[in-house]
């Protein structure tokens, strides 16, 4: 075994990067609830674009070591951006959430500057503000954004001409979906190139990553411009199938919450956000259903259980458990 | 005048109070092997990290060949060909060994920016790591997350990250640090293998590590520099037998 590991190096990484049987089990079993749920779809939809943000989040902080509590700047950008467009009477959703992408990247690529110098503890700050200063601005401008009672008005034009937003939320969940599916075969892309590699050098060990002759300011930016960008479609995505935006879209709950997606689903994996968004929306749809004043007691709990329990997040456990289990056999 | 592969002039630097380097001048020949020693605080690490750049000289300067570093940042001045390993590892503890030093390989090669191409495409880049591996004896362990790696095997990584930019100049601060006397013999072997375009300054204590490999001796003493000679003139030299050999000898005799 030694001896084959010497004679081509490269087969071990590239059996570190071929797709796993679970994974595209994984990704089979998200079209399971359009025959099994289809009661379920707009929840659906809403657990696709919650795993979309997940999966912006999951680059910066599960790969890059970049902690942020203001990411729903950049959703919130993509959100107001598609909804403006729409509202100006451009309703077509692939142009949309393309432009919504580029808004929210463009944003992120000049808040970047300030990220990249920071770390830790200053950094949960300065994002913190970012969000809070970006929510109160879009409070404000209530001429541009509707203010507390949101955005009116958008319409949003059947995809591709054919398939028209739904009551029952086929289209929603459809396009969702597909969203997730090809911005995730770009992240799995990126985690696998070399810049990936930089990405995890700059989590594991910054100081070490300047004393190779890295870029790690430069790097930094770029994974944060691609993760707003990414949050921003997620946004877009909401904001064209609701055909509704409203403040809560900028908001610090859905900063916190994403986070705690991605800490209860495992950070830097990928499918940790992904099974996270899952975990916490079906969590949230039937605590709140149980106990409509208290629900966010029961999340509290899971939260606290699964990081006592499983450190590194629900896949975290799932890949020891596999593990002991191959160990065994 | 020969031009140096590696100079401080006149460097000061001092922590308040506290002088850490003063007029410190050291020159590094191309192909140098330089051993810097001196008492516990004397300085020496603190000079690799003004010659680096992690940090800034509050007078003096630092050369590159003929190129005064003294404002750049540290990345910047490995990029020019100045590298440096730690005296306490500082690795990527979960990257394989071959990842980290493709890593570094990519870095120098400039394709760490690259997001739509996948890493196994790169060929060269993983080969070249692969060999810097192997000649430092880690090529069977190249699959090993580093912090999973033997001690010693981790202090020979130090090394390999440090090659991976190609370096003129290589610092090593206490490369063989913790590692157990036979093994240490071994790391100054490979060491001592490298190619002679690379200019290398070590730290180290145990004298007989450093009177066999070293080609000069640099001694600081309190942030300067007491004297600088070979191996033989450092050791008949009256004031560092005073200040320096004499301590490190009772050492010995104590453990």
């Known amino acids: ?329 | 005048m020969s031009e140096s592969a590696l100079a401080a002039r006149g460097v000061d630097k001092r922590f308040g109070s506290l002088v850490v380097a003063a007029n410190v001048n050291l020159a590094l020949p191309p192909g140098a092997r330089h051993a810097l020693i001196g008492p516990n605080g004397a300085g020496k690490t603190t000079l690799i990290n003004l010659m680096t750049g992690m940090l800034r000289p509050d007078a003096g300067q630092i050369l590159l060949g003929r190129e005064d570093v003294t404002a750049l940042a540290p990345e910047q001045r490995v990029r020019r060909g100045l590298a440096r390993t730690y005296q306490i590892n500082s690795l990527f503890p979960h990257l394989t060994a071959l990842e980290s030093v493709t890593l570094a390989v990519c870095e120098r090669r400039r394709v760490a920016q690259t997001w739509w191409r996948r890493l196994i495409t790169y060929r060269e880049e993983i080969e070249e790591a692969h060999q810097i591996l192997v000649a430092l004896m880690l090529g069977a362990a190249c699959h090993r997350p580093a912090r999973e790696l033997a001690y010693g095997q981790q202090r020979l990584l130090e090394i390999a990250l440090a090659l991976a930019s190609r370096p003129k100049v290589l610092l090593l601060d206490e490369p063989a640090a913790g590692v157990p006397r036979e093994e240490s013999k071994e790391l100054f072997a490979a060491i001592a293998g490298l190619s002679r375009d690379i200019a290398v300054l070590f730290i180290e204590h145990d004298m007989e590590l450093v009177f066999r490999f070293a080609s000069r001796v640099i001694v600081m003493v309190g942030g300067s520099i007491l004297v600088e000679g070979t191996p033989a003139e450092i050791t008949s030299d009256p004031q560092v037998r005073a200040v320096y050999l004499g301590k490190a000898q009772r050492e010995y005799r104590y453990g």
Do not use: C
């Not at chain 1, 598609?82 to 142009?95: H, M, V, Y």
């Not at chain 1, 949960?124 to 009116?152: K, P, V």
């Open chain 1, 1 to 329: 075994m030694t001896s084959t590991t010497i004679a081509e190096p490269r087969d071990y990484l590239q059996a570190q990067m071929r797709w796993r049987l679970g994974e595209i089990a994984f990704w089979l079993a998200t079209l399971l609830p359009f025959v099994l749920a289809p009661d379920y779809l707009l929840l659906a939809s809403q657990v696709a674009i919650a795993a979309l943000f997940v999966l912006s989040l999951d680059l910066i902080l599960g790969f890059a070591g970049i902690v942020s509590l203001g990411h729903a700047a950049y959703f919130g950008t993509g959100a107001y951006t598609a909804g403006l467009i729409s509202k100006l009477g451009w309703g077509e959703p692939l142009t949309g959430l393309v432009i919504a992408a580029l808004a929210a990247g463009l944003f992120g690529y000049v808040t970047s500057f300030i990220i990249a110098r920071f770390r830790h503890l200053p950094l949960i700050m300065i994002t913190l503000g970012i969000g809070l200063l970006l929510q109160e601005s879009a409070n404000s401008a209530s001429w541009l954004t509707g203010g507390f009672d949101g955005l009116q008005g958008i319409h949003t034009w059947p995809i591709l001409g054919r398939f028209r937003f739904d009551l029952y939320g086929y289209t929603a969940y459809g396009y969702a979906l597909a969203a997730l599916f090809v911005i995730f075969l770009g992240a799995r892309r990126l985690i696998h190139s070399p810049f990936g590699l930089a990405l995890r050098g700059i989590r594991d060990n910054s100081q070490r990553m300047r004393a190779i002759g890295a870029t790690t300011h430069s790097h930094i930016r770029t994974i944060y411009t691609i993760a707003a960008m990414i949050a921003g479609a997620a946004g877009a995505v909401l904001a064209q199938s609701t055909e509704t935006v409203s403040l809560e879209v900028l908001g610090f709950q859905r900063s916190a919450d994403v986070l705690v997606m991605l800490i209860l689903g495992g950070t830097g994996r990928l499918y940790g956000g992904l099974l996270g968004a899952v975990v916490y929306m079906v969590a949230r749809d039937q605590f709140s259903g149980l106990n409509p004043q208290y629900w966010y007691f029961w999340i509290g709990l899971l939260l606290i259980a699964v990081v006592v329990v499983l450190p590194n997040g629900l896949l975290g456990g799932l890949s020891l458990l596999t593990r002991r289990a191959k160990a065994q056999s």
